[in-house]
Protein backbone atom coordinates (compact mmCIF):
# COMPACT_ATOMS: atom_id res chain seq x y z
CA UNK A 1 0.00 0.00 0.00
CA UNK A 2 2.87 2.47 0.46
CA UNK A 3 4.55 2.20 -2.65
CA UNK A 4 1.01 2.78 -3.94
CA UNK A 5 0.45 5.92 -2.06
CA UNK A 6 4.14 6.81 -3.46
CA UNK A 7 3.75 6.07 -7.38
CA UNK A 8 0.44 8.23 -6.99
CA UNK A 9 2.51 11.34 -5.02
CA UNK A 10 2.82 13.62 -7.79
CA UNK A 11 -1.03 13.29 -8.03
CA UNK A 12 -1.76 14.07 -4.01
CA UNK A 13 0.38 16.81 -4.19
CA UNK A 14 -1.79 18.22 -7.56
CA UNK A 15 -4.75 17.32 -6.15
CA UNK A 16 -3.93 19.10 -2.70
CA UNK A 17 -2.64 22.46 -4.20
CA UNK A 18 -5.61 22.87 -7.04
CA UNK A 19 -8.51 21.31 -5.26
CA UNK A 20 -10.02 21.97 -1.23
CA UNK A 21 -9.99 18.02 -0.60
CA UNK A 22 -7.88 16.50 2.35
CA UNK A 23 -4.93 14.95 0.92
CA UNK A 24 -2.51 15.44 4.02
CA UNK A 25 -2.38 12.34 5.25
CA UNK A 26 -1.83 11.06 1.10
CA UNK A 27 1.20 12.97 1.05
CA UNK A 28 4.65 11.60 1.86
CA UNK A 29 7.60 13.80 3.58
CA UNK A 30 9.68 15.47 2.84
CA UNK A 31 8.24 15.95 -1.09
CA UNK A 32 11.28 14.90 -3.42
CA UNK A 33 12.15 17.85 -6.00
CA UNK A 34 11.16 15.15 -8.93
CA UNK A 35 7.87 14.69 -7.06
CA UNK A 36 7.39 18.35 -7.04
CA UNK A 37 8.35 18.55 -10.90
CA UNK A 38 6.00 15.73 -11.76
CA UNK A 39 2.82 17.05 -9.51
CA UNK A 40 2.23 19.85 -12.44
CA UNK A 41 2.04 16.76 -15.05
CA UNK A 42 -1.29 15.92 -13.37
CA UNK A 43 -3.10 19.27 -13.30
CA UNK A 44 -5.00 18.17 -16.23
CA UNK A 45 -5.83 14.90 -14.61
CA UNK A 46 -6.93 16.56 -11.59
CA UNK A 47 -9.12 19.05 -13.91
CA UNK A 48 -10.72 16.05 -15.38
CA UNK A 49 -11.77 15.12 -11.64
CA UNK A 50 -12.94 18.49 -11.39
CA UNK A 51 -14.81 18.16 -14.70
CA UNK A 52 -16.05 14.88 -13.71
CA UNK A 53 -17.63 16.05 -10.89
CA UNK A 54 -19.05 19.08 -12.17
CA UNK A 55 -20.60 17.24 -15.02
CA UNK A 56 -22.08 14.71 -12.50
CA UNK A 57 -23.77 17.49 -10.93
CA UNK A 58 -25.08 18.86 -13.69
CA UNK A 59 -26.73 15.56 -15.00
CA UNK A 60 -28.15 15.28 -11.27
CA UNK A 61 -29.50 19.04 -11.78
CA UNK A 62 -30.98 18.95 -15.58
CA UNK A 63 -34.55 19.23 -13.28
CA UNK A 64 -34.47 22.44 -11.48
CA UNK A 65 -34.39 25.76 -13.32
CA UNK A 66 -31.10 26.07 -15.70
CA UNK A 67 -30.11 30.01 -13.43
CA UNK A 68 -30.79 27.89 -10.60
CA UNK A 69 -28.73 25.29 -11.44
CA UNK A 70 -26.19 27.02 -13.25
CA UNK A 71 -25.73 29.16 -9.96
CA UNK A 72 -25.58 26.01 -7.83
CA UNK A 73 -22.66 24.52 -10.10
CA UNK A 74 -20.52 27.49 -10.48
CA UNK A 75 -20.59 27.18 -6.29
CA UNK A 76 -19.79 23.86 -6.30
CA UNK A 77 -16.76 24.62 -8.65
CA UNK A 78 -15.55 27.66 -6.36
CA UNK A 79 -15.98 25.46 -3.56
CA UNK A 80 -13.77 22.59 -4.83
CA UNK A 81 -11.31 24.84 -5.86
CA UNK A 82 -11.33 26.70 -2.95
CA UNK A 83 -11.50 30.35 -5.08
CA UNK A 84 -7.36 29.90 -5.25
CA UNK A 85 -7.30 30.71 -8.97
CA UNK A 86 -10.11 33.97 -8.73
CA UNK A 87 -7.91 35.13 -5.92
CA UNK A 88 -4.89 34.52 -8.43
CA UNK A 89 -7.12 36.72 -10.79
CA UNK A 90 -7.72 39.27 -8.53
CA UNK A 91 -4.00 39.87 -7.50
CA UNK A 92 -3.24 39.53 -11.67
CA UNK A 93 -5.88 42.28 -12.54
CA UNK A 94 -4.42 44.80 -9.57
CA UNK A 95 -0.57 44.07 -10.63
CA UNK A 96 -1.53 45.54 -14.16
CA UNK A 97 -3.52 48.65 -13.20
CA UNK A 98 -1.25 49.56 -10.30
CA UNK A 99 1.13 50.98 -12.69
CA UNK A 100 -1.40 51.90 -15.27
CA UNK A 101 0.15 50.16 -18.06
CA UNK A 102 3.75 50.82 -17.54
CA UNK A 103 5.75 47.29 -17.51
CA UNK A 104 7.37 48.02 -13.86
CA UNK A 105 8.39 44.33 -12.87
CA UNK A 106 9.07 45.10 -9.32
CA UNK A 107 6.01 47.16 -8.92
CA UNK A 108 4.08 44.62 -10.40
CA UNK A 109 5.39 42.00 -8.47
CA UNK A 110 5.32 43.71 -5.15
CA UNK A 111 1.21 44.27 -5.94
CA UNK A 112 0.84 40.99 -6.55
CA UNK A 113 1.91 40.03 -2.73
CA UNK A 114 -0.80 42.36 -1.49
CA UNK A 115 -3.58 40.20 -0.27
CA UNK A 116 -6.09 43.63 -0.89
CA UNK A 117 -8.43 43.48 -3.92
CA UNK A 118 -9.00 46.39 -5.41
CA UNK A 119 -11.79 48.06 -7.61
CA UNK A 120 -10.91 46.87 -10.88
CA UNK A 121 -10.14 43.05 -9.35
CA UNK A 122 -13.39 42.73 -7.63
CA UNK A 123 -14.95 44.07 -10.98
CA UNK A 124 -13.11 41.37 -12.79
CA UNK A 125 -14.56 38.66 -10.51
CA UNK A 126 -18.02 39.75 -10.93
CA UNK A 127 -17.68 39.71 -14.64
CA UNK A 128 -16.13 36.51 -14.62
CA UNK A 129 -18.46 34.28 -12.52
CA UNK A 130 -21.25 36.20 -14.54
CA UNK A 131 -20.05 35.35 -17.94
CA UNK A 132 -19.52 31.58 -16.34
CA UNK A 133 -23.13 31.65 -15.08
CA UNK A 134 -24.38 32.73 -18.96
CA UNK A 135 -22.48 30.15 -20.42
CA UNK A 136 -23.98 27.52 -18.78
CA UNK A 137 -27.38 28.59 -18.37
CA UNK A 138 -27.01 28.55 -22.37
CA UNK A 139 -25.44 25.22 -22.98
CA UNK A 140 -27.98 23.47 -19.80
CA UNK A 141 -29.73 20.86 -22.04
CA UNK A 142 -26.12 19.46 -23.16
CA UNK A 143 -23.73 20.88 -20.73
CA UNK A 144 -22.26 17.58 -19.14
CA UNK A 145 -19.61 17.00 -22.34
CA UNK A 146 -18.71 20.74 -22.34
CA UNK A 147 -17.95 20.34 -18.01
CA UNK A 148 -16.09 17.83 -18.70
CA UNK A 149 -13.33 18.89 -20.40
CA UNK A 150 -13.30 22.75 -19.52
CA UNK A 151 -11.27 22.08 -16.58
CA UNK A 152 -9.15 19.47 -18.45
CA UNK A 153 -8.08 22.16 -20.64
CA UNK A 154 -7.35 24.89 -19.18
CA UNK A 155 -5.03 22.65 -16.62
CA UNK A 156 -3.35 21.73 -19.22
CA UNK A 157 -2.71 24.97 -20.26
CA UNK A 158 -1.10 25.92 -17.11
CA UNK A 159 1.58 22.77 -17.27
CA UNK A 160 2.19 24.18 -20.79
CA UNK A 161 2.31 27.72 -19.13
CA UNK A 162 5.25 26.50 -16.82
CA UNK A 163 6.76 24.23 -18.47
CA UNK A 164 7.64 26.73 -21.13
CA UNK A 165 8.20 30.29 -19.33
CA UNK A 166 10.73 31.37 -16.70
CA UNK A 167 8.98 31.62 -13.17
CA UNK A 168 9.76 35.07 -11.84
CA UNK A 169 9.89 34.52 -8.09
CA UNK A 170 13.38 33.19 -6.12
CA UNK A 171 10.62 31.90 -3.22
CA UNK A 172 6.46 31.09 -3.89
CA UNK A 173 4.42 28.07 -4.26
CA UNK A 174 5.43 27.40 -8.12
CA UNK A 175 9.13 27.76 -7.28
CA UNK A 176 9.58 24.10 -6.60
CA UNK A 177 7.42 23.00 -9.16
CA UNK A 178 9.10 25.12 -12.26
CA UNK A 179 12.73 24.22 -11.00
CA UNK A 180 11.78 19.89 -12.04
CA UNK A 181 9.31 20.26 -14.57
CA UNK A 182 9.80 18.45 -18.02
CA UNK A 183 9.03 20.45 -21.17
CA UNK A 184 8.98 17.47 -23.22
CA UNK A 185 6.77 15.78 -20.77
CA UNK A 186 4.64 18.54 -20.42
CA UNK A 187 4.02 18.66 -24.26
CA UNK A 188 3.17 15.17 -24.23
CA UNK A 189 0.60 15.42 -21.61
CA UNK A 190 -0.62 18.57 -23.32
CA UNK A 191 -0.97 16.90 -26.46
CA UNK A 192 -2.99 13.85 -24.96
CA UNK A 193 -5.21 16.23 -23.18
CA UNK A 194 -6.55 17.89 -26.71
CA UNK A 195 -7.05 13.93 -27.70
CA UNK A 196 -9.06 13.65 -24.90
CA UNK A 197 -11.18 17.41 -25.27
CA UNK A 198 -12.05 15.90 -28.81
CA UNK A 199 -13.02 12.94 -27.62
CA UNK A 200 -15.39 13.85 -25.03
CA UNK A 201 -16.73 16.81 -26.40
CA UNK A 202 -17.16 15.82 -29.97
CA UNK A 203 -14.29 17.10 -33.04
CA UNK A 204 -16.18 20.50 -33.86
CA UNK A 205 -16.73 21.59 -29.93
CA UNK A 206 -13.55 19.83 -28.72
CA UNK A 207 -11.14 21.82 -31.18
CA UNK A 208 -13.67 25.13 -30.79
CA UNK A 209 -12.48 24.58 -26.88
CA UNK A 210 -8.65 23.39 -27.64
CA UNK A 211 -8.36 27.03 -29.82
CA UNK A 212 -9.35 29.02 -27.22
CA UNK A 213 -7.35 27.77 -24.79
CA UNK A 214 -4.49 28.12 -27.04
CA UNK A 215 -5.47 31.83 -27.92
CA UNK A 216 -5.83 32.94 -24.17
CA UNK A 217 -2.57 30.89 -23.43
CA UNK A 218 -1.03 32.85 -26.04
CA UNK A 219 -2.25 36.10 -24.93
CA UNK A 220 -1.62 35.64 -21.11
CA UNK A 221 1.82 34.41 -22.00
CA UNK A 222 2.63 37.28 -24.00
CA UNK A 223 1.29 39.91 -21.58
CA UNK A 224 3.02 38.77 -19.07
CA UNK A 225 6.47 38.15 -20.78
CA UNK A 226 6.55 41.88 -21.01
CA UNK A 227 5.42 42.77 -17.89
CA UNK A 228 7.69 40.60 -15.69
CA UNK A 229 9.47 38.54 -17.98
CA UNK A 230 7.91 35.18 -17.11
CA UNK A 231 5.42 34.30 -14.48
CA UNK A 232 4.30 33.53 -10.62
CA UNK A 233 1.43 31.36 -9.54
CA UNK A 234 -1.16 34.10 -9.54
CA UNK A 235 -0.40 34.18 -13.64
CA UNK A 236 -0.86 30.42 -13.52
CA UNK A 237 -4.42 30.81 -11.28
CA UNK A 238 -5.53 33.44 -13.43
CA UNK A 239 -4.70 31.36 -17.12
CA UNK A 240 -7.11 28.49 -15.50
CA UNK A 241 -9.72 31.36 -14.81
CA UNK A 242 -9.77 32.52 -17.84
CA UNK A 243 -9.28 29.57 -19.68
CA UNK A 244 -12.14 28.23 -18.40
CA UNK A 245 -14.23 31.16 -19.09
CA UNK A 246 -13.77 31.61 -22.37
CA UNK A 247 -13.93 27.99 -23.44
CA UNK A 248 -17.34 27.68 -21.92
CA UNK A 249 -18.13 30.87 -23.59
CA UNK A 250 -17.10 29.65 -27.23
CA UNK A 251 -18.74 26.78 -26.84
CA UNK A 252 -21.67 28.42 -25.85
CA UNK A 253 -21.73 30.53 -29.15
CA UNK A 254 -20.67 27.45 -31.19
CA UNK A 255 -23.48 25.47 -30.08
CA UNK A 256 -25.88 28.48 -30.44
CA UNK A 257 -24.23 28.53 -34.43
CA UNK A 258 -24.65 24.71 -34.64
CA UNK A 259 -28.35 24.45 -33.75
Known sequence: MQRLIAFFQPLWLALGLLTTLPMGRLIATPVSAADSG????CYPVVGLLIGTVLASAAAALQGVDAVLGAALVIALWVLMTGALHLDGLADCVDALFAGHGRADPARTLAVMKDPAAGPMAVVALVLLLALKSAALIALWPQLGPVLLVVPLIARAAATLLMATTRYRRRE?????LALNLSRRDAGVVTAITVVLTLAFAGAACGLAVSLAALAVGLFWRGLWQRRIGGYTGDVVGAL????ETVALVVAALAMAAWA
Open 172 to 176: GLASA
Open 38 to 41: RSVL
Open 240 to 243: IELV
